[in-house]
Each structure stands twice: as structure tokens, then as C-alpha cells.
């Protein structure tokens, strides 16, 4: 069975840095692109950033200069380093894969998703 889980997620003051991972099982993900989306109360799932198999990035232009996307394909597992967080940060953040296309930013071709980690920025 395919897991996704999240973790790293919590409550930080504005300005502040969290990592999350997620760590994949039950199949490996190497070979297919990766990513991060949020959703805050309310609001529709949006996009974080992506990262394909062989490492190129994409992110959100809300995000890029505070978030860095990354993997480990040996571990199986995704990252997703936040820092000078804002209290708009505020959301339940997933990790998703999409095995339908070779890219994409879109939550409706991710396949695979996480349970979600709550990420609380206090200001």
C-alpha cells in the first residue's frame, strides 16, 4: 500500500524556519515528479512547488527566495525548507505524486497525497 506522510509541521512565530518532509513507502517515487500544495481555511488547495525526478524546481512566485524544494530519492522522501515565514504561510500543507505526467502544478494530476501537516505562523 502507497503512504505519504508529512511531518515537521507546527506553530511558529513570523519570521521563523520549518522543514517538512514527507517520506513515501510502498513504491518509489524516483522516477516521478514531486510536490508540495497548502490549503488555508476556506480556500482552495494551492500550489506550493514541484520537484521532478531529476531535480528541477518549480515554485509558487509568492514563494520563491523563502522555499526550497528538494529529495532524496535513496530515502524516498520530499522536503520543503521554509523560512521568514509570514502568518499567511498558515495552512495544512501536503505532499502529492503525480505518476499521469511528467509535470505538472495542477492538484488534479497528482495521484498520491499525504495527510497533511498543519503549519501554524503566529504573528
Known amino acids: 500500500q502507497v503512504q505519504l506522510v508529512e511531518s515537521g509541521g507546527g506553530l511558529v512565530q513570523a519570521g521563523g524556519s520549518l522543514r517538512l518532509s514527507c517520506a513515501a513507502s510502498?513504491?518509489?517515487?524516483?522516477?516521478?515528479?514531486m510536490g508540495w500544495f497548502r490549503q488555508a481555511p476556506g480556500k482552495e488547495r494551492e500550489f506550493v512547488a514541484t520537484?521532478?525526478?531529476?531535480?528541477?524546481?518549480n515554485y509558487a512566485d509568492s514563494l520563491k527566495g523563502r522555499f526550497t524544494i528538494s529529495r532524496d530519492n535513496a530515502k524516498n522522501t520530499m522536503y520543503l525548507q521554509m523560512n521568514s515565514l509570514k502568518p499567511e504561510d498558515t495552512a495544512v500543507y501536503y505532499c502529492a505524486v503525480t505518476t499521469r505526467v511528467l509535470w505538472t502544478d495542477l492538484p488534479r494530476y497528482y495521484d498520491y497525497w499525504g495527510q497533511g501537516t498543519q503549519v501554524t505562523v503566529s504573528s
Open positions: 510502498g513504491r518509489t517515487f524516483s522516477s516521478h515528479t
Open positions: 520537484i521532478t525526478s531529476g531535480g528541477f524546481t
